[in-house]
């Protein structure tokens, strides 16, 4: 069964250091990966997506993320963490529903990120 | 360009009552998604529609949930009876759907919070 896998639950950060989420997915030779964000009280908004190409993609906020297929990988990375980047982020993976007729996203458990002064 | 709404955005209940949850999409998009987001989970995909025709609803328990989207614009999502384990942030998204995913971005609303007593 498709999965993603985000290992870490939570992350502790101190504002200006830098960052790096795991993610890990379990299928698909093109896989399609994004990254949400959930802040408090908020829905989740898109920070980026990789379909092909560059495998290292930049996003919204200063953040970027890294497709590595023989690691099954796609890691968020940001240089250097503001006080407002505290939330919690979810990597997903999207896939044509075998059988049916919709693309279907997957998420992972998410990894909440806590920033220290 | 406005976002997709929901409301209620709190909703606290007693088991074995109903609730019923509203979502506007962006205006033009016409696939409309229901997800269940429990606590330290990801979201999970309920129900999918594609304009007003249901595209994917095999992950919803169709004993007690239900959805429709009458007009291929605004959704409903019913819950009737509620059981504790209903307890969870239901987030309505939308998406431009085409055959391509490249443009298939889901953007989702802020989510009601359901409590279930």
């Known amino acids: 069964a498709q999965s993603v896998t985000q290992p870490d639950i939570h992350i502790t950060v101190s504002e200006g250091a830098s960052l790096e989420l795991r993610c890990n997915y379990s299928y698909g030779a093109t896989p399609y990966l994004f990254w949400y964000v959930q802040s408090p009280g908020q829905g989740l908004q898109l920070l980026l997506k990789y379909f092909s190409g560059d495998t290292l993609v930049q996003g919204i906020k200063g953040f970027e993320a890294e497709f590595k297929r023989s690691q099954s990988s796609f890691n968020l990375r940001k240089p250097s963490v503001h006080w407002s980047d505290a939330a919690e982020y979810f990597c997903?993976?999207?896939?044509?529903?075998?059988?049916?007729?919709?693309?279907?996203?997957?998420f992972g458990k998410g990894t909440l990120l806590t920033v220290n002064p | 360009e406005a976002g997709v709404a929901q409301s209620p955005r709190y909703k606290i209940i007693e088991k074995r009552q109903s609730v019923a949850f509203w979502c506007n999409p962006i205006s033009g998009h016409a696939t409309l998604y229901w997800y269940q987001q429990i606590l330290g989970q990801g979201p999970k995909l309920l129900i999918q529609?594609?304009?007003?025709?249901?595209?994917?609803d095999s992950q919803l328990p169709k004993d007690r949930f239900s959805a429709e989207r009458l007009k291929g614009v605004d959704s409903t999502l019913k819950i009737q009876p509620a059981k504790l384990e209903d307890s969870a942030v239901y987030l309505c998204?939308?998406?431009?759907?085409?055959?391509?995913?490249?443009?298939?971005?889901?953007?989702f609303g802020p989510g009601t919070r359901l409590t279930v007593l």
């Open positions: 529609f594609q304009n007003n025709g249901v595209v994917d």
């Open positions: 998204a939308s998406s431009l759907f085409s055959s391509t995913v490249s443009t298939d971005t889901q953007y």
């Open positions: 997903a993976q999207m896939r044509w529903n075998s059988g049916g007729s919709n693309y279907k996203l997957t």
